[in-house]
């Protein structure tokens, strides 16, 4: 996590802004700011003020996770100064620890190949994509780039996702669920290599065939590997029924029956056509109708 001596001149005395009165070197980092009787400041020792920027991470972190931990990710934005200098700051607080074992730092997230602001007006919440699709297919999109590379995120590439779960699903549907099934070696070595997402993903797509094709332990393992990234949760009916007003479907469907019973096929293929246009799928069966989302 070594800054650039760019990065680090940048920060010099007069590089961006005036040098604060208390520093004892222009290149140093605050750990309690001063604060004028208008600004949010707490009593302390060292005068009323504020905790500096990178100090309360320290001592989240701490509170948390104790004075060694794992992973600590964030944006690379932040490497420099601000991780740098919580890693400075809690090594001298805590001598003899390791502060964070590993570091993750993502890429940046694009939208339709623009960085999200709100004066572009061009970003969403998790609530709105959510009114949209499974909160899996959101899930599928994430992996779908690995961590440090820019992920520009589209409505259509959030629908091709979508599709991608629907087949998974589909590989899923003509075999029970079990806990027997192995997780490929070549799906964890993925994993095991930064956190290489797209290439674990890309283990999948094989297992899916074969298991459209009647292979059971594939879709096994194919459930198996979705449990590891936090696919394939729901069950098959599940996944292909939400979002759906069951109630008025199974109306119609009751309708349609009826119509049948009464001959009036132009009024049952008038219903199909009308499920159809809403993405619902009726099968007839010897049992009854059933249906999905297409």
Known sequence: MAASQ?????????????????????????????????????????????????IECSAMSHRYLGASFDIH???????????ENERAQSLCCHPGSSFARYWLHNAMLLSNGEKMSKSLGNFFTIREVL?????????????G?????????????????????????????????DDKGLVPDTFMNA???DMNTPLALSCLHPLADAAL????????????CGAVIGLLQSSPDEWFRAGSDETAINALISQRVAAKKARDFALADSIRSQLAGQGIILEDTAQGTTWRRA
């Open 145 to 177: 780039t690995h961590y440090r590379s820019v992920l520009d995120f589209t409505w259509e590439k959030l629908e091709e996702a979508k599709r991608v779960l629907d087949r998974f699903y589909r590989a899923l549907e003509k075999t029970p669920p």
């Open 131 to 143: 009114t949209r699709t499974p909160a899996e297919a959101l899930r599928l999109l994430i992996l």
């Open 191 to 193: 994993l095991c290599d």
């Open 6 to 54: 760019g990065a680090a001149d940048d920060l010099l005395a007069g590089a961006r802004v005036d040098v604060a009165p208390y520093k004892r070197h222009p290149g140093d980092f605050v750990l309690w700011k001063p604060s004028t009787p208008e600004q949010p400041g707490w009593d302390s020792p060292y005068g009323r003020g504020r905790p500096g920027w990178h």
């Open 213 to 224: 094709g009647g292979d059971i332990q594939a879709a096994s393992s194919l459930r198996a």
């Open 73 to 83: 990710g964030g944006g690379d934005d932040l490497m420099f100064p601000h991780h």
